[in-house]
């Protein structure tokens, strides 16, 4: 049975366009929640993440079908699994909170990144594996030296919109 609609457009899409996009979101998470400290704490700001991404899951994948089909040991498993990712977040949100953007963007890069491209580089995979692993450091570096404009964030109780 062939696919149509979105789903044929996913399939057809090539491997890097996942790469960018995962990118994208990768980056534009922690920018998104920088904007967030002005309102919410950081715990409360991981919390809101976590439900947002639970709600969107739920919506997606309707995983309680799966859940059913596990046995204790299963169910056990995917709940610490879930425990695990909501400890990194946390942990994640309350550390940004504390640091400059750039730094979190470098930080994004190197965890998040160095790891495929040196599993790609372990493999010995045609030559963009070396060429990824040259640009890296580079980026790390870049982005490592950003920083945030002072008093670019609104204050409390203020809006970008007020002068």
Not at 85 to 114: D, K
Request: with cysteine; aromatic share 8%.
């Amino acid at each position: 049975m062939p696919l149509n609609g979105p789903r044929a457009v996913l399939s057809a899409a090539p491997p890097w366009t996942y790469f960018i996009g995962s990118a994208v979101f990768l980056y534009l998470g922690p920018a998104f929640a920088v904007l967030l400290f002005t309102r919410l704490a950081p715990l409360g700001v991981a919390v809101l993440r976590i439900w947002s991404a639970a709600l969107v899951l739920a919506l997606w994948r309707r995983p309680w079908r799966t859940l059913a089909r596990l046995d204790a040991g299963g169910r056990r498993t995917i709940i610490a699994w879930g425990a695990v990712l909501a400890a990194m977040n946390i942990c994640f949100y309350l550390a940004i909170a504390r640091m400059p953007l750039g730094t979190v963007a470098a930080m994004l890069v190197a965890c998040v990144f160095v790891a495929p491209v040196a599993v790609r580089q372990a493999a010995r995979r045609g030559d963009r594996g070396g060429i990824c692993s040259s640009v890296i450091p580079l980026s790390v570096a870049l982005h490592r030296e950003l920083r945030p404009v002072k008093n670019a964030l609104p204050q409390e109780g203020k809006t970008t919109c007020d002068t």
